[in-house]
């Protein structure tokens, strides 16, 4: 067999899934994935090469004479990988360069560019003074007091794993978040500055979209669930005083609900080509491959208006393991488009049928009648020490790995299982034993099945994630429940 060589640069389901969609072209012959998972390996096609450094990366596709390398997550693009791509003379690597992740690295910026060319984003202001900030939330709460619906959103200015955005119920909330961020650098140096918004209320929308710094094609879109638990689950919620917290992400299911034709035509027109174009025209900067729009659709006067929460340089995870099952056409062909710079050239193909994905997240392990949790090392972390709940309350907080994985072999072959936390088991003499595969973070594993209705595929999904068992293992039972 002949054919082109893929590297996708990604260690979870979103990479996996980039994978499996390469591996679908005719055009390719055999895609690695780095650093990948367990799962990047049990794909036809597809291999785990387990190096994580960018340099490591480049020498890889130099000596295997790698065709196409595609990049995943956003702290590779703004750690530069494809700058040092480019330095090293390899100009077939599908990313934003350093530079452009601006839209994601600094969210201050970000809103003053949106600002500046008049995209729809709330109202905002942006500090690096702390205290400064704390003056203006106690004068913006004073001021609208009688307003219960005023409230702010407090967002670390860089990147922060998805997780630097806390939204504000009162003025309590959001000097606490100030703290958090601020103060307490809970997310390290993205908490250097912070950008304050406007709460808005309406209904959030991840918009997706390929560009090669002209041309603009909209992805289709999914239902995405962030909360961890469902309400079948809320009396777990005690263990996180009472809120059900935002993860990365719990499951969903595409074509979306709602989005329709005559709003992804007003998204496209109000804020993603005017920032790809002023992006271009402004700062200089040709933004290549994936953009992630977070929006709040709000309904002003009988319309749906959007508008701009974040930007990110990347494809949502668990979204692209929904989405990029249903696109047709064949995805080497739109990534060398994208490098040509001939998107135009292009048009997306999509499957109409519905695709749900369940992610499975590594729990709080409950102890069994008559365990010694004193001594048993997954609580408290280490021997002897005394047993620590808080220690094990499990994604998006503190959770358990190591855990075998069985029943993946059960699964009905009209789904789809992309690994996002796993690893394969080492035997005494520490080689890997490819018969055994181990649980290694939060989110471990996403289901994708496939129905010509949404329940057929809610129906079919939740059958066969009962099939996969690792201990301590949860997920929310309401993925496509209407």
């Not at 899934?17 to 049990?42: D, H, T």
């Not at 709330?122 to 704390?134: G, I, K, L, Q, T």
Request: hydrophobic residues 35%; neutral net charge.
């Amino acid at each position: 067999m002949g054919g082109a060589s893929v590297l996708v640069v990604d260690k979870g389901g979103r990479g996996n899934a980039i994978a499996w969609c390469f591996a679908r072209s005719p055009q390719v012959e055999r895609v690695y994935v780095a650093p990948g998972n367990a799962g990047s390996s049990l794909m036809e096609k597809c291999e785990q090469v387990p190096i994580k450094s960018i340099g490591e990366m480049v020498r890889f596709v130099e000596r295997r004479g790698v065709d196409l390398t595609f990049v995943g997550p956003e702290g590779y693009l703004s750690d530069g990988i494809v700058n040092r791509f480019h330095r090293a003379g390899l100009r077939r690597i599908v990313g934003p360069t350093r530079e452009a992740t601006i839209l994601e690295s600094s969210k201050c910026d970000t809103k003053d560019f949106l600002h500046e060319i008049g995209v729809p984003i709330p109202e905002y202001r942006n500090f690096s003074d702390v205290e400064e900030a704390r003056k203006y939330v106690r004068e913006f709460y004073e001021e609208h007091r009688d307003d219960p619906r005023a409230n702010l959103v407090v967002k670390a200015d860089g990147l922060a794993a998805g997780k630097g955005s806390i939204v504000c119920n009162s003025l309590e909330d959001a000097l606490y978040a100030l703290d958090l961020i601020m103060v307490k650098r809970f997310f390290g140096d993205a908490g250097r500055r912070v950008d304050i918004e406007r709460r808005l209320y309406g209904r959030e929308l991840m918009f997706f979209v390929l560009t090669d710094g002209r041309t603009v094609l909209p992805l289709e879109a999914a239902m995405d669930y962030k909360p961890a638990y469902d309400e079948w689950d809320i009396r777990i919620r005690r263990y996180w005083g009472g809120i059900n917290p935002n993860t990365g992400g719990m499951g969903g299911y595409s074509p979306h609900p709602w989005l329709d034709e005559g709003l992804r035509e007003k998204i496209m027109r109000r804020v993603v080509v005017p920032t790809v174009r002023k992006f271009r025209e402004l700062r200089g900067l040709e933004y290549r491959g994936v953009l992630y729009f977070g929006l709040m659709i709000c309904e002003e006067d009988g319309e749906q208006n959007p508008y701009v929460l974040e930007i990110n340089v990347r494809m949502g995870d668990p979204e692209a393991q929904v989405i990029l099952p249903r696109l047709e056409t064949d995805f080497y062909e739109v990534s060398e488009a994208i490098l040509e710079g001939r998107l135009n050239e292009v048009r997306l193909r999509w499957d109409p049928t519905y695709r749900l994905g369940i992610c499975a997240v590594s729990g709080r392990i409950v102890r069994s009648i008559g365990e010694d949790r004193g001594t048993d090392w997954f609580y408290g972390g280490g021997r002897g020490e005394e047993y620590d709940e808080r220690m094990n309350i499990g994604y998006p907080g503190p959770h358990i790995t190591s855990q075998p994985i069985t029943g993946l072999e059960e699964v009905d072959p009209r789904c789809i299982v992309f690994h996002n936390g796993t690893e394969f088991a080492r035997d005494e003499k520490g080689n890997i034993d490819r018969r055994r595969i181990l649980t290694s973070g939060g989110r471990v594993l996403t289901l994708v099945s496939r129905g010509e209705t949404l329940q057929e595929a809610r129906e079919l999904a939740y059958r066969e994630i009962r099939k996969i068992r690792f201990r301590n293992m949860r997920y929310r039972w309401d993925i496509g429940k209407t």
